[in-house]
């Protein structure tokens, strides 16, 4: 992987320029403390990663992913901050950041983060390639007029069908509360909103259920998600369930918690959080698109 890092602070460019040299995680193309220069190196380098600073003097991180995302919109980035505030951080999910990295950057986090932002440029390549191969299947074949006529799918209902993918790499397909995480995605999608506790309310009136009902259900399935993918990190803590599906959706240190609770190190679990949850499944459908 080839990385690009923007900083207007010389001490956290290398920082993060070591981090990522010696822990041998790819090659630093380009480093800049002016993000204004930046926008123009990172476009003509076109790197698999950026690093980039939220607040900086001149231009900030938001702004600079936006302008590069009009020419390079498949260059992933990663935010550094230690901003908190809600409202600034949907804003940067909105420009196109798929991770932050807190500062002051530490080697763990980093390497954690950069990680799994490598292993979804992976998992995207792949998809994009089978997808052109069964793309060109269906162009070359000479099926039957009866076999090509099939029941029309929404585009709705084709986002939440790519969830079960998700769902299946956490063991969760068989709880009952996945129907209602369904529900809820589908209604996100619908309305174009982010999750809020009053879409529970909408979502058990369609089902003639009750709100506790339907909460419980999808805390259930949610933390049978975590207790997987927990195992999954303790066995092989670079597995494709932890590495590639549990970051999606959960907190690293809901996962953390989890895996001291089932090796008896703690005294509780991991912490669910539908909010969390739900966020995730937004993202990790906007990145296997």
Known sequence: MNYYIVDDNI????????????????TVVGTETNPVAAVTEIRRLCPDIVLVDLLMGGMDGIT????????????????ISKVTDKTMVQSAYNAGVEFFINKPVSL?????VLGNVAERIRMRAMLANLRTVFEGAEVGSA?????????EVSRVDEEVRKLDVLFGALGMLGERGVQDIRAIYKYMIDHDCVYDKS???????????????????VRRAIRR???????????DFGSETFVIYANYVFEFTSLKDEMNYQQ?????????????????????SRCVE
């Open 108 to 112: 763990v986090e980093v390497e954690r």
């Open 225 to 235: 998600g975590l207790s997987n993918a927990a195992s999954a990190g303790i066995d």
């Open 264 to 284: 008896g190190r703690g005294v509780t679990g991991g912490r669910v959080s539908i909010s969390k949850f739900m966020e995730g499944l937004m993202l990790y």
């Open 143 to 151: 099926a039957p007029a009866a076999k090509r006529i099939q029941p």
């Open 199 to 217: 879409i529970l309310t909408e979502v058990a009136e369609q089902m003639n259920d009750t709100v506790k009902n339907v909460e419980q259900r």
């Open 64 to 79: 600079l992913v936006s302008r590069v995302r009009e020419t390079n919109p498949d260059i992933c980035f990663v935010m």
């Open 11 to 26: 001490a956290t460019v290398k920082t993060l320029e070591n981090i990522v040299t010696k822990r041998k995680l790819g």
